[in-house]
């Protein structure tokens, strides 16, 4: 037996071969967070909220309807990505509903009825339903604080991308 290592004309290979030169990864990390792919641009149309799992955390990518913006007349795909867990129990909210508040494209929480804008602040009150018992339950358990978090979103070619910081928790029932 030789400790000699193969030279490079013998017969032996890498069980792989890498990847063509126009190959990227579906990530581009830079210091403010990690660029991560969430979904081809041509898949969401407005008036849609599509759930989504990204790097564990779980998000919901709006494409809110011309009636809920405030500018209507806008040609552009507008499209914004929250978590998909509201801070006051973990309640998904893509079964809630869009709606344009003083003049702020909101998402309703379909359980306690908290109304939240795409910027993630709470419009109204906060856990209005139902009466009475909403407010005990919204003072007991706020899971961190009453905004929702929210994720910068770019076009990137033929992709819509979700910037997600490393260090931010986004709060989802543990199974």
Do not use: Q
Not at 32 to 54: A, H, M, N, Q, Y
Not at 103 to 130: A, K, S
């Amino acid at each position: 037996p030789s400790s000699t290592p193969p030279s490079p004309s013998s017969s032996w290979s890498f069980p792989w071969s890498p990847p063509p030169s126009n190959w990227t990864w579906p990530w581009e990390t830079s210091p403010s967070g990690t660029w991560v792919r969430l979904l081809p641009k041509t898949s969401i149309s407005p008036g849609e909220l599509v759930p989504v799992t990204v790097l564990g955390f779980p998000l919901l990518v709006i494409a809110p309807p011309p009636s809920t913006l405030p500018n209507p007349d806008s040609k552009s795909l507008n499209v914004y990505c929250v978590s998909n867990s509201c801070p006051h129990l973990g309640t998904p909210l893509e079964t809630g509903r869009l709606s344009l508040v003083d003049g702020r494209t909101c998402i309703t929480c379909p359980l306690h009825r908290t109304v939240f804008d795409l910027e993630g602040e709470v419009v109204g009150d906060w856990c209005p339903y139902p009466p009475v018992l909403g407010k005990i339950s919204g003072v007991m358990s706020t899971r961190g604080g009453r905004e929702l978090p929210v994720f910068e979103v770019r076009e990137k070619g033929k992709w819509l991308e979700v910037r997600v910081d490393s260090d931010m928790e986004v709060f989802c029932v543990e199974d």
